[in-house]
Structures are given as C-alpha cells and as structure tokens.
C-alpha cells in the first residue's frame, strides 16, 4: 500500500474578532453549528474536551449505510490565536487517513485571518482523498464564516 503525503492551507478573512472565531472552536455547542454533515445522518458517538490532551470524535452513520469516525487529540490550545491537534478519520472501521491540522487566528483590525493547514498522510485514495478532505474542509469553513457572519450556509456539492 502507498501513503500519500499532502499539505493544504485554506485562508479566509472573517468579520469577527479572534475571541469570536476561537469560541467558535471551543466549545460543543458553538462548534456543532458549523461542524456538521451535509446531510441528515444519525450521530453514534459525539464527545468534545477542548483541552491540551482532550479528544473530540465525531462517529457518526449516513443514509447510505456509511460509518464515519472522525477521532482528534488535541496537541496545542493558545485562547483567541492557535489550536493544534492530529486526527484520525475512519471511514466503516478503516483508517482512511492521519492529519496534523494547524489553526492560526491572526487579529487583523476588528476581522481575523484565519489559517487553517492540514498535513496529511492519506492511505488510501491517492490523490483523490486529499482533494476530497480539502473541498469538505472548505465547505466546514465556509459554514463556519457563515454562522458568525449571519449568512446562509452553502450547500455541499
């Protein structure tokens, strides 16, 4: 089997203050409002300790019969300016991939530069996989600007 290592960055400016996107992060109720599926799926497992050494995981089944298990420590908290934590993604009980997520908030006036780069080591999917986790990375992202922007989310594709 081949690895494929990959490296995306996705960078947005967001109409709010770093204490407001960090929030956003840090806690499971704000981050459940932009974090989510894209359809309905029924949720098996959803546990949140945003601490350095907490968990979080996401384990959840799709209408297609599909079980995904989204499994994250993280590494490193730094309140309103850097989150890092390494994840697992599962996809029906294989490991799909292992990931380095970096967050970078960067105060820029009343807005926030956000950074988000994710190092990944993919097995399996080759390239593919790494296309397809930064295109739902973008559209997390997206939901994100648009919960604290009060706008529509957009809807996957």
Do not use: C
Not at 8 to 19: D, G, K
């Amino acid at each position: 089997m081949t690895v494929t290592n990959a490296t995306f960055t996705i960078e947005r400016v967001l109409n709010a203050s770093p204490a407001r996107v960090f929030a956003a992060y840090s806690s499971l109720e704000a981050k459940s409002a932009w974090f989510k599926a894209p359809t309905a799926i029924e949720t098996l497992n959803r546990d949140f300790d945003f601490r350095v050494g907490g968990k979080e995981r996401f384990h959840a089944r799709w209408p297609s019969g599909m079980v995904t298990d989204f499994q994250a420590t993280y590494h490193d908290i730094v309140e309103n300016e850097r989150i890092i934590l390494v994840y697992d993604m599962f996809h029906n009980g294989d490991k799909l991939s292992v990931s380095l997520l970096t967050l970078e908030l960067r105060g820029e006036g009343d807005r926030t530069r956000l950074i988000h780069t994710e190092q990944g080591s993919y097995l399996t999917g080759d390239e593919e996989a790494v296309k397809s986790r930064e295109h739902g990375t973008t559209w997390h992202i997206d939901n994100l600007t648009a919960v604290l922007e009060a706008q529509e989310a957009r809807t996957f594709a």
